[in-house]
């Protein structure tokens, strides 16, 4: 168990919904990463935030938006969903300065 | 830009084997570079991490890894695969600044026989 907690655990909708997957990072972790793991994309990092403020951008679409709370947890919004879409989100967390990253189970999206 | 390539999407050893999974990395300035293991519907667990001190790295369940500037090398072994080693195999990298994003390879699913 890394300490880092997503929910929910499996996620099915239908095309053209929105959901919003939940991470809360290890207790003292101050960074949240949001990760997408597809079968034809692999890992590909989504957005970072640190302390409640966007840090990074990689490959997230327009259609995705993040966020994080002052109690530091984040929220990963996926809207106007796609068959493409369907994947395993995962959050990860770490410690400043520590440069490594601990993950939480993943929310496995499936979208009909 | 940093990347990682991982060869062979596929490793299979006998039980009781050295394993042996390739990962070499590309990156213009010094790399943290880190091997992560997958279990089946499980997330990623990290197994051993290079960050610029010790070149041989020790990490979980046995496993090490050498880092070899001169090759862009960051090979992870274990000298006697069990059987409860089978899962993908995750080589990643990133850069020395605390909070960057780790960039992945494609895996490596290591499968071990009886």
């Known amino acids: 168990d890394s300490g880092v907690t997503q929910t929910p655990k499996h996620l099915i909708t239908a095309t053209g919904q929105r959901v919003t997957l939940r991470c809360s990072p290890r207790?003292?972790?101050?960074?949240v990463y949001w990760y997408q793991q597809s079968l034809d994309q692999g890992l590909q990092f989504l957005i970072q935030?640190?302390?409640?403020?966007?840090?990074a951008k990689g490959n997230i679409l327009e259609r995705f938006s993040a966020q994080q709370f002052p109690d530091l947890h984040s929220e990963l919004n996926l809207s106007s969903l796609e068959l493409g879409d369907s994947a395993l989100y995962f959050c990860?967390?770490?410690?400043?300065?520590?440069?490594?990253?601990?993950f939480g189970p993943g929310t496995r999206l499936t979208v009909l | 830009a940093q990347s990682v390539t991982q060869l062979g999407s596929h490793v299979s050893v006998s039980e009781g084997a050295l394993v042996l999974l390739r990962c070499n990395y590309s990156?213009?300035?010094?790399?943290?570079l880190f091997w992560y293991v997958q279990y089946p519907n499980q997330g990623l667990q990290l197994l051993l991490k290079?960050?610029?001190?010790?070149?041989l790295v020790k990490g979980i369940n046995g496993f090490e890894a050498e880092f070899k500037k001169s090759e862009t090398s960051f090979h992870l072994t274990k000298p006697s695969a069990h059987m409860s080693d089978a899962a993908e195999y995750f080589c990643?990298?990133?850069?020395?600044?605390?909070?960057?994003?780790?960039?992945f390879g494609t895996g490596t699913r290591l499968l071990v026989s009886p």
């Open positions: 990860a967390s770490s410690v400043p300065g520590r440069n490594e990253q601990f």
């Open positions: 207790s003292g972790d101050l960074s």
């Open positions: 935030y640190y302390n409640g403020e966007e840090r």
């Open positions: 990156s213009s300035v010094p790399p943290y």
């Open positions: 290079y960050t610029s001190a010790a070149t």
């Open positions: 990643a990298v990133s850069v020395n600044t605390g909070f960057q994003k780790l960039v």
